[in-house]
């Protein structure tokens, strides 16, 4: 079992704080503990929480005042590395991690919705954490025509920024049908659940602007350790 590349330490860190603002934790105009105790209870340097924090303050979610401190501010929309990834833990929030279990070059699943003109898929398992805690499986199938080949080690733990980044591609929106189904036969070991064992589930399809479909993927999580979470602007 392979891990994916990590995202740089700041950025893990900034997306940690972006979910547990979204996820309510941090609430609105609520001031951040000092930045080395902050560092501390991080277990990294405070160079690394300064630059972690510029971006937080980037999104518009942190104000940071002189002499004062740093005050969160809440946004309905932020541009965030997992602005897709619906999974939380049932507390909240929780920083996706994951482990690569294959990537193939495959003929596209017949009981797929349609993802692009080529007959070939790139189809990646794997196995998902949220702050440590495994949760999920999933198999995600990127149209084989977006790239020629896909290595374990080529791959993020983001797969939109690795799409963005690395191929090119900008994901501009997702279409998810959520429901129940039985774990897949390849569910490996280090899931804490069978296969056969009915969990929540999650078909999606993902799109480049002008609704162009690139990419397919099925997600299997255990409810009692993860939610789904959709939240959305005011009306």
């Known amino acids: 079992m392979a891990t994916t590349s990590a995202l740089p330490k700041f950025v893990q860190v900034s997306e940690m704080l972006i979910r547990e603002i979204a996820a309510g934790h941090l609430l609105d105009g609520a001031r951040l503990p000092p930045e080395r105790e902050m560092a501390e209870d991080l277990g990294i340097a405070v160079g690394t929480l300064r630059k972690a924090l510029a971006d937080v303050e980037s999104k518009g979610l942190l104000e940071r005042v002189q002499g004062s401190g740093n005050y969160v501010r809440h946004r309905e929309e932020v541009d965030s590395v997992y602005a897709f990834f619906r999974l939380e833990l049932k507390r909240g929030g929780g920083l996706p991690t994951a482990q690569v279990l294959s990537v193939d070059l495959l003929p596209k699943p017949a009981d797929a919705r349609p993802f ?120």
Request: include cysteine; proline fraction near 3%; charge should be negative.
């Open 116 to 235: 692009g003109d080529h007959a070939m898929g790139h189809r990646i398992r794997r196995l998902r954490s949220l702050g440590g805690t495994v949760i999920a499986v999933e198999e995600i199938w990127l149209d084989g025509g977006a790239c020629d080949v896909i290595g374990p080690n080529d791959l993020l733990e983001s797969l939109y920024l690795f799409y963005r980044d690395r191929l090119g591609l900008v994901i501009a929106a997702a279409e998810d049908r959520i429901g129940v189904a039985a774990l897949p036969d390849w569910t490996p070991d280090a899931f804490h659940l069978q296969a056969g064992t009915m969990t929540g589930y999650i078909e999606r399809n993902s799109y480049l602007a002008g609704r162009v479909p690139v990419e397919f993927s099925r997600t299997w999580f255990d409810a009692d350790r993860a939610q789904y979470i959709s939240r959305m602007g005011k009306g």
